[in-house]
């Protein structure tokens, strides 16, 4: 049984420009989580309630050129409290009353930065910020919060009927090691899984 609750607010201007907020809060009551997981296989167990509650802010804008679109920037953050409001046995030890939910961050954000040099055409630097990620139940490891830097650009033409697009990427550009995800309450301690350079 789970209760949801959110509220937000807009604001645009007629240019394009936007901000947009909204809070909320998630309660579940008897929640199932994993217990353990052991070369692919997962066991799961009764969590009891939960709680889930932060904001999410984004916004945009835009600037300059023909009709102001000749750049723009764009930004969101995630603040999450992910959460067990009972406490329980796990597989690794007793879990407390407040204790994070693993595989959930605290923070998140992401800002862009994108040119638009001619008609059909884009390029932009990406930076990605992920807080730290608790990997088990009893929250003793954790990934440390990471930030990386992309770069992109795109091409479009059109002729007649026929439309031609070309994409171009790389992630990673500072080439960071990081856990690019996790498994959580892997038995054996093996929680990280690298992300790529």
């Given at each position: 049984?789970?209760?949801?609750?959110?509220?937000?607010?807009?604001?645009?201007?007629?240019?394009?420009?936007?901000l947009?907020?909204?809070?909320?809060?998630v309660?579940?009551?008897?929640?199932?989580?994993?217990?353990?997981?052991?070369?692919?296989?997962?066991t799961?167990?009764?969590?009891?309630d939960?709680?889930?509650s932060?904001?999410?802010?984004d916004?945009?804008?835009h600037?300059?050129?023909?009709?102001?679109?000749?750049?723009?920037?764009?930004?969101?953050?995630?603040?999450?409290?992910?959460?067990?409001?009972?406490?329980?046995?796990?597989?690794?030890?007793?879990?407390?009353?407040?204790?994070?939910?693993?595989g959930?961050?605290?923070?998140?954000?992401?800002l862009?930065?994108?040119?638009?040099?001619?008609?059909?055409?884009?390029?932009?630097?990406?930076w990605?910020?992920?807080?730290?990620?608790?990997?088990?139940?009893?929250?003793?490891?954790?990934?440390?919060?990471?930030?990386?830097?992309?770069?992109?650009?795109?091409?479009?033409q059109?002729?007649?009927?026929?439309?031609?697009?070309?994409?171009?990427?790389?992630?990673?550009?500072?080439?960071?090691?990081?856990?690019?995800?996790v498994?959580?309450?892997?038995?054996?301690?093996?929680?990280?899984?690298?992300?790529?350079?």
């Amino acid at each position: 049984h789970g209760r949801n609750h959110e509220v937000g607010a807009k604001y645009a201007t007629p240019s394009g420009d936007d901000l947009n907020l909204a809070l909320f809060d998630v309660r579940t009551d008897d929640e199932i989580g994993v217990d353990t997981n052991t070369a692919g296989r997962a066991t799961y167990r009764n969590v009891g309630d939960t709680r889930r509650s932060g904001l999410e802010l984004d916004g945009q804008v835009h600037g300059g050129g023909h009709g102001g679109r000749e750049w723009s920037f764009y930004g969101a953050y995630t603040r999450l409290r992910a959460v067990y409001e009972d406490g329980f046995m796990s597989s690794a030890g007793p879990v407390g009353a407040g204790a994070r939910i693993p595989g959930t961050s605290a923070d998140s954000a992401f800002l862009e930065l994108a040119w638009h040099p001619l008609a059909g055409m884009q390029t932009a630097l990406e930076w990605r910020h992920v807080g730290k990620v608790y990997v088990n139940d009893v929250n003793s490891d954790a990934t440390p919060a990471y930030a990386t830097l992309a770069w992109r650009a795109d091409w479009s033409q059109a002729w007649g009927g026929l439309r031609l697009d070309e994409f171009v990427r790389i992630d990673n550009i500072q080439d960071r090691r990081y856990a690019g995800s996790v498994i959580v309450n892997e038995s054996n301690g093996r929680y990280f899984e690298p992300a790529p350079g």
